[in-house]
């Protein structure tokens, strides 16, 4: 019971330091009196009271995390924060006599702090500014993580971190530190990001944007969401350089960010050409995005090749991404196509980045495996363990590859399957899944880009809901919950 107490104690404090972001669309909407005003001071006292109740209650209790203690908070925080986030759009819409579901609101949130992307609203360009602001908030804080922030200033309050990071991290070597204080190593990934957020915001300026539509479509673009302030997402701008901003940055927030770190630190490129993912990321995206665009101008699509080339290279690397833009409705293209970015964005971001799916690391383990178990058929006596660079990568750490994979493609049959049951066609059961479990947003058929996730029922939009929550704390910390092993003493 003291262990709960002392997860529930952290959870509080995250509440807290989530509550205060809402000072930003708050700010925003009293400057602007844009409307939203009233919904974002009633939320921020919400979400406030709750989080310091919790905190208060619990705070006798705090002690050392350990490993079930991160792993269910982890679960807890990203289940629990979207109750938060979905306050102000609750009251927003009710203040407007147009209400929104729970389910509905709850999804919206849902999406942004997992980085999905996928929305449910419609009329986003009428919508006030710090709506749109808030949604757009709720990515650039899932892209690092909200337990990054917190975990940065558990040491002040005697409480360590370690756990919570390890179960937050993406991609299967959890235990790599950049410093030696655990607490150092998050204010180090995000300072970079912070850092990168801000070049990213500045070039979306200087190509055009407004101070606002910049700072928008920064937030998702860092967070690799998706996010628009249009319906039409980045159609509306129809810019060629506002989309090679957007190419630049997506690719940016795909590599793993500790590369960013140790390549300023060393003030060197080197750290990305020993990365063992970067450059196999960048080589998958550029490169198929190249062939779907040499596709599209031999199928006709677009007779200029130029244009092949650009509609077919930013939406290739905003799907691989897990970003979700879309500057042309790509689910009008010969299947080949949307199938193959789709299918892309299950495994062509580094693990460390703030994209989703499987992470390119772990296909390139599946592959060495592979290519090992083909070499001991042949010669049954030799010994040819796995490697990357120079680095024996340690059993246990292929069998946990090898454990997500199988339970990856279990997610995606059953929650398919469910999605089916309830009166989906084949394409947009399927299509939906990858998008959601893979947190790209847009899937194919009725929810590819220029559609919405409004039109599905209240049970599919939950079963896409649940998909988001797992594919962004990449299954296991989310399964390990339902076993009876994590709650035996």
Excluded at 56 to 63: E, I, N, P, Q
Excluded at 376 to 388: D, E, G, K, Y
Aim: with cysteine.
């Amino acid at each position: 019971m003291k262990r709960l107490l002392a997860t529930f104690y952290v959870l509080g404090l995250t509440m807290v330091v989530f509550a205060l972001t809402m000072l930003i669309p708050l700010g925003v909407a009293w400057v602007g009196e844009d409307g939203g005003l009233r919904a974002f001071a009633e939320g921020f006292g919400i979400a406030m009271g709750i989080g310091a109740g919790v905190w208060l209650v619990t705070h006798r209790w705090r002690s050392e995390l350990h490993a079930r203690d991160g792993f269910l908070l982890v679960s807890i925080v990203w289940a629990g924060l979207p109750l938060l986030a979905a306050i102000p759009l609750l009251l927003y819409y009710s203040q407007i006599g147009q209400p929104l579901s729970f389910t509905h609101a709850y999804f919206e949130a849902m999406s942004g702090l997992t980085t999905t992307g996928a929305t449910v609203l419609t009329g986003l360009d009428h919508l006030p500014p710090s709506i749109n602001l808030w949604r757009a908030t709720l990515i650039w804080i899932g892209g690092m993580g909200i337990l990054v922030l917190a975990v940065a200033i558990l040491p002040l309050l005697g409480v360590g971190g370690h756990q919570v990071v390890r179960a937050e991290t993406p991609g299967p070597m959890k235990d790599e530190r950049l410093t030696p204080r655990i607490a150092s190593t998050a204010k180090a990934l995000y300072a970079v990001y912070f850092g990168f957020s801000i070049l990213c915001f500045l070039a979306y300026r200087a190509v055009g944007l407004s101070w606002f539509d910049a700072w928008a479509h920064m937030a998702t673009t860092m967070g690799l969401g998706g996010f628009s302030t249009y319906d039409e997402g980045f159609l509306k701008f129809d810019s060629v350089p506002v989309e090679i901003v957007a190419i630049v940055f997506m690719l940016i927030s795909g590599i793993n960010f500790a590369t960013h770190f140790n390549a300023l630190r060393q003030r060197s490129l080197r750290p990305y050409l020993s990365c063992p993912q970067t450059i196999p990321y960048l080589a998958v995206v550029l490169g198929t995005g190249l062939v779907i665009s040499v596709y599209l101008f031999l199928k006709h699509v677009y007779t200029d090749p130029l244009q092949a080339l650009r509609y077919g290279m930013f939406n290739t690397v905003s799907v691989a991404t897990t970003t979700g833009y879309a500057n042309t409705d790509y689910a009008a293209w010969p299947l080949f196509a949307p199938l193959t970015m789709l299918l892309l964005s299950a495994f062509a971001t580094s693990a460390g980045s703030t994209g989703g799916g499987i992470k390119m690391i772990r296909v390139m383990l599946l592959i060495k495996q592979a290519r090992n178990e083909l070499i001991t058929m042949l010669h049954p006596h030799a010994v040819s363990p796995v490697r990357i660079g120079s680095r024996i990568v340690d059993q246990r750490v292929m069998f946990s590859v090898l454990a997500f994979m199988l339970v990856y493609g279990l997610s995606v049959g059953v929650l398919s399957s469910l999605l089916l049951l309830s009166g989906l066609d084949l394409t947009t059961a399927f299509s939906a899944v990858m998008a959601m479990i893979n947190n790209t947003g847009p899937g194919l058929g009725v929810l590819g880009p220029m559609g919405h996730y409004g039109v599905l029922s209240d049970f599919q939009v939950w079963v896409c809901t649940f998909a988001m929550l797992i594919g962004r704390l990449e299954l296991l910390t989310v399964l390990v919950l339902f076993t009876p092993w994590f709650w035996r003493k």
